[in-house]
Structure formats: structure tokens, C-alpha cells
């Protein structure tokens, strides 16, 4: 199931858009939600799972830390190069 955007939940709950960033990254980092850049974040279809194995969990935690360094490095070259 895709969430909606950023700017969409910031406003339907009131709260400033770095703060739902928060909340996506700490859902990511726990394996519940998983992102694609250009494409929004989607619920994780392990996400009701409550017996999750932990390499598979470390493994997704660690590919969204992947994905978003390298969404930070995309935006600095292109910081860089404009």
C-alpha cells in the first residue's frame, strides 16, 4: 500500500515536513515501510509480521540507509554541478 507524500501528511496531521522525514526514517529503519525514489514510500509487506527475521530486517534497515545516503549524494553533486 503507498503512503501518501510528505507535504500531503505533514499537512493532514499538522506538523512540519521534517518531522513526518523523521517518522518515514525511523518506519524504514524498522522495517515497516520501505521507500523508492520518484515513486514515495509503500507499507512493508512484512510490516504485520511479529516474528520477523532479524538478518532480513537488518538487511532492509541497512538498504535504507543505503538509499538515503545515496539520495544525499545525488542532491550534493547536483548542488555541485548547478
Given at each position: 500500500m503507498?503512503?501518501?507524500?510528505?507535504?500531503?501528511?505533514?499537512?493532514?496531521?499538522?506538523?512540519?515536513?521534517?518531522?513526518?522525514?523523521?517518522?518515514?526514517?525511523?518506519?524504514?529503519?524498522?522495517?515497516?515501510?520501505?521507500?523508492?525514489?520518484?515513486?514515495?514510500?509503500?507499507?512493508?509487506?512484512?510490516?504485520?509480521?511479529?516474528?520477523?527475521?532479524?538478518?532480513?530486517?537488518?538487511?532492509?534497515?541497512?538498504?535504507?540507509?543505503?538509499?538515503?545516503?545515496?539520495?544525499?549524494?545525488?542532491?550534493?553533486?547536483?548542488?555541485?554541478?548547478g
Amino acid at each position: 500500500m503507498k503512503l501518501p507524500g510528505i507535504r500531503e501528511l505533514s499537512e493532514e496531521y499538522s506538523v512540519a515536513a521534517g518531522t513526518v522525514q523523521r517518522a518515514l526514517t525511523e518506519l524504514r529503519n524498522a522495517g515497516l515501510i520501505y521507500s523508492h525514489q520518484g515513486r514515495g514510500s509503500f507499507v512493508s509487506d512484512t510490516a504485520g509480521e511479529a516474528d520477523q527475521d532479524p538478518t532480513a530486517l537488518a538487511i532492509k534497515v541497512l538498504q535504507s540507509q543505503v538509499a538515503e545516503l545515496t539520495a544525499r549524494l545525488d542532491k550534493l553533486e547536483g548542488e555541485r554541478d548547478g
